[in-house]
């Protein structure tokens, strides 16, 4: 059985850290550690952003370390169409960066409740858990006609994905609350942050932070994790379910749209180790003459730290502080879309009635 040992004894590390900067920031500075807050470059701040690269670096050397029993991973020439897809969400968050150097104001008016980018956020969520409904429809006719537990499997965790990307949309738009002009129930008015008919903002710190870190395992982790254990491991139906590269980099941005939570490790680390897995993938492919990889890959770290270091150190020209997350929620709608795109087109391919093995792959040499 494999065990990454290393990843996870740094992963142990960074929670007892964290811990500690609460308990730090609690006592000598009398703040609560997940409030949201402006970003500051004092001599703390600097220590506090050393020890996440310090810990980000550790925990992807480690994992590394621990996944090289199953070789060196081979990272395939990318299609035109996903060129074009990586490229465009890059193009997207340097015109994003820009218009906030140039104009404040609409920056955050695009920002707000009911503009475009909150409804296109919410129908690209939307579209990922048609996408995963499409797909356990599927293998529900797949299960029924002999394609084994496995696919009962499938079904249930496609179900399951679109089920929860349902309500995360729904969540987006406050369950379309001011489409049918919907008054907030009392009860939740005086919890709400926004005054809104959801529940997300009766705690906005603790419920962004599960968002994004769960947004960050599925679409940068994973994709990574799985590169390099695929030659070991066959998951059969399942592995339609491993998002891909393209999933990793095209989602990618969103590592860099942070201000009011970036003081937080977790955010910190999560904007380290996405430039970190960048590099790291981007290595591999300048290895196997991968250039125009190459190329996309080191970019697209490049700006990460281009544009998150703009909205740290620009941070008091943000008409609201937390308007840079707006914008990574959109990023993190369009890696779930295309997500849910992949699932369900793999899914699809497969023979109705095959019922593929899972377990571990036999490693030539």
Same mark, same amino acid.
């Given at each position: 059985?494999?065990?990454?040992?290393r990843?996870?004894?740094?992963?142990?590390?960074?929670?007892?850290?964290?811990?500690c900067?609460?308990?730090?920031?609690?006592?000598?500075?009398?703040?609560?550690?997940?409030?949201?807050?402006?970003?500051?470059?004092?001599?703390?701040?600097?220590?506090?952003?050393?020890?996440?690269?310090?810990?980000?670096?550790?925990?992807?050397?480690?994992?590394?370390?621990?996944?090289?029993?199953f070789?060196?991973?081979?990272?395939?020439?990318?299609?035109?169409?996903?060129?074009?897809?990586?490229?465009?969400?890059?193009?997207?968050?340097?015109?994003v960066?820009?218009?906030?150097?140039?104009?404040?104001?609409?920056?955050?008016?695009?920002?707000?409740?009911?503009?475009?980018?909150?409804?296109?956020?919410?129908?690209?969520?939307?579209?990922?858990?048609?996408?995963?409904?499409?797909?356990?429809?599927?293998?529900?006719?797949?299960?029924?006609?002999g394609?084994?537990?496995?696919?009962?499997?499938?079904?249930?965790?496609?179900?399951g994905?679109?089920?929860?990307?349902?309500v995360?949309?729904?969540?987006?738009? $406050?369950?379309?609350? +001011?489409v =049918?002009?919907?008054? &907030?129930?009392? @009860?939740? *008015?005086?919890?709400?942050? %926004? #005054?809104?008919?959801?529940?997300?903002?009766?705690?906005?710190?603790?419920?962004?932070?599960?968002?994004?870190?769960?947004?960050?395992v599925?679409?940068?982790?994973?994709?990574?994790?799985?590169?390099?254990?695929?030659?070991?491991?066959?998951?059969?139906?399942?592995?339609?379910?491993?998002?891909?590269?393209?999933?990793?980099?095209a989602?990618?941005?969103?590592?860099?749209?942070?201000?009011?939570?970036?003081?937080?490790?977790?955010?910190?680390?999560?904007?380290?180790?996405?430039?970190?897995?960048?590099?790291?993938?981007?290595?591999?492919?300048?290895? $196997?003459?991968?250039? +125009?990889? =190459?190329?996309?890959? &080191?970019?697209? @770290?490049? *700006?990460?730290?281009?544009? %998150? #270091?703009?909205?740290?150190?620009?941070?008091?020209?943000?008409?609201?502080?937390?308007?840079?997350?707006?914008?990574?929620?959109?990023?993190i709608?369009?890696?779930?879309?295309?997500?849910?795109?992949?699932?369900?087109?793999?899914?699809?391919?497969?023979?109705?009635?095959?019922?593929?093995?899972?377990?571990?792959?036999?490693?030539?040499?």
């Open positions: 059985m494999f065990l990454p040992q990843f996870l004894s740094i992963s142990l590390i960074s929670i007892v850290v964290m811990v900067l609460v308990s730090i920031e609690r006592r000598l500075f009398g703040i609560s550690y997940f409030s949201e807050r402006m970003p500051e470059t004092e001599p703390y701040n600097l220590w506090h952003a050393w020890v996440a690269l310090s810990l980000s670096l550790a925990a992807i050397h480690g994992f590394t370390r621990d996944a090289s029993c070789g060196v991973p081979v990272l395939r020439l990318a299609l035109r169409r996903e060129f074009g897809v990586c490229i465009g969400s890059l193009a997207l968050a340097v015109a960066a820009v218009l906030f150097c140039l104009d404040a104001d609409t920056f955050s008016a695009l920002a707000r409740e009911d503009n475009v980018f909150e409804w296109l956020s919410a129908l690209l969520i939307f579209a990922a858990s048609a996408f995963f409904a499409a797909a356990a429809t599927g293998q529900l006719r797949a299960a029924r006609g394609a084994g537990r496995v696919a009962w499997l499938a079904a249930g965790g496609a179900g994905f679109g089920l929860v990307l349902f995360v949309g729904m969540e987006e738009i $406050s369950w379309m609350q +001011r =049918f002009m919907i008054e &907030t129930p009392g @009860a939740l *008015l005086a919890l709400n942050k %926004q #005054q809104e008919l959801n529940l997300h903002n009766i705690s906005t710190g603790l419920s962004e932070l599960i968002y994004y870190s769960g947004s960050f599925l679409l940068t982790l994973a994709p990574f994790i799985w590169l390099y254990l695929r030659k070991g491991f066959s998951l059969g139906r399942l592995e339609a379910f491993a998002p891909s590269v393209l999933v990793l980099v989602s990618a941005p969103m590592a860099a749209f942070n201000s009011d939570n970036w003081s937080m490790l977790p955010t910190q680390m999560m904007v380290m180790m996405t430039v970190i897995i960048l590099l790291v993938i981007a290595d591999l492919a300048l290895r $196997s003459g991968l250039w +125009r990889e =190459f190329v996309v890959l &080191t970019a697209t @770290a490049i *700006l990460i730290v281009a544009i %998150q #270091q703009l909205f740290v150190l620009q941070a008091h020209k943000l008409v609201r502080i937390w308007d840079p997350t707006e914008y990574k929620e959109l990023f709608a369009f890696g779930l879309a295309i997500y849910g795109y992949q699932t369900w087109a793999r899914l699809r391919a497969l023979a109705p009635t095959a019922e593929l093995p899972i377990g571990r792959r036999a490693i030539a040499g």
